[in-house]
């Protein structure tokens, strides 16, 4: 007795799986990504002592002025405090936007790596900047310094940044701005589907209308 082999065919009605995309892998991060990140950390964190020169230099300063028994403002109404605020604020705009630039120019394809090298590198340069502006700036030490200067000689006051939060300023403005530049200048990958010859995908049958069951099979030889 004869065993029947059955041989199973795809339905004509049912579409195939598309075939694969090339360049799937193009996105892969690789080791010189990682090195091009590093390398934009380090450097924009070491531009962060720029930073601090340049607010110690030239935030505006509040005076103080001792009776030889207490420490007072010399001027209650001045906005030297909030002048060292919008200083650091508009130079982390500066920073910001100079850092995005330079890494965009360097390195116009982008990627993850680079991205995370420009916020790590940003935020450490903010608060290198903001200590060595302290650091720079008149002494904190408020007592010293009016015993040196004598009662009734004004003298600066310390820096100080009231208002933190602007030491994420030179990261959010450098990430929005290098993000903004990869998407307006960097050449896109085409698309596979327009490049690729996949042998005409889908096949002709797959949009044919369906036979009629009820006409006559052709005659076989």
């Known amino acids: 007795m004869g065993v029947t082999e059955a041989v199973t065919t795809p339905s004509p009605h049912e579409p195939p799986l598309p075939p694969e995309k090339p360049g799937g892998s ?13 390398a934009a950390a380090l450097l924009i964190g070491v531009a962060g002592v720029l930073l601090g020169v340049l607010w110690a230099w030239l935030a505006p300063k509040a005076q103080y002025v001792s009776n030889g028994e207490a420490v007072f403002l010399k001027n209650s109404e001045s906005e030297a405090r909030i002048g ?35 916020v790590v590198g940003s935020c450490f340069a903010s608060l290198a900047g903001w200590r060595m502006g302290l650091w720079l700036g008149p002494s904190a030490d408020v007592a010293a310094a009016a015993v040196k200067a004598g009662k009734g000689v004004a003298f600066d ?27 307006l200048w960097t050449p896109h990958d085409p698309d596979p589907s327009e490049d ?7 096949p002709p049958h797959v949009h044919s209308a369906p036979s009629d069951p009820s006409a006559p099979e052709p005659p076989r030889a």
Do not use: C, E, K, N
């Open 84 to 118: 060292a605020d919008g200083t650091f604020f508009l130079l982390s705009v500066g920073f910001g936007v100079l850092s995005a630039v330079l890494v965009f120019l360097w390195r116009r394809r982008g990627g993850v790596p680079l991205v995370i090298g420009l």
């Open 157 to 183: 006051a310390p820096l100080q940044l009231l208002a933190q939060g602007v030491l994420l300023v030179w990261p959010m403005v450098a990430v929005a701005v290098h993000l903004g530049l990869t998407a």
């Open 26 to 38: 193009a996105g892969r991060i690789t080791p010189a990504d990682i090195r091009d990140g590093a």
């Open 196 to 202: 690729a010859d996949w042998g005409g995908y889908p």
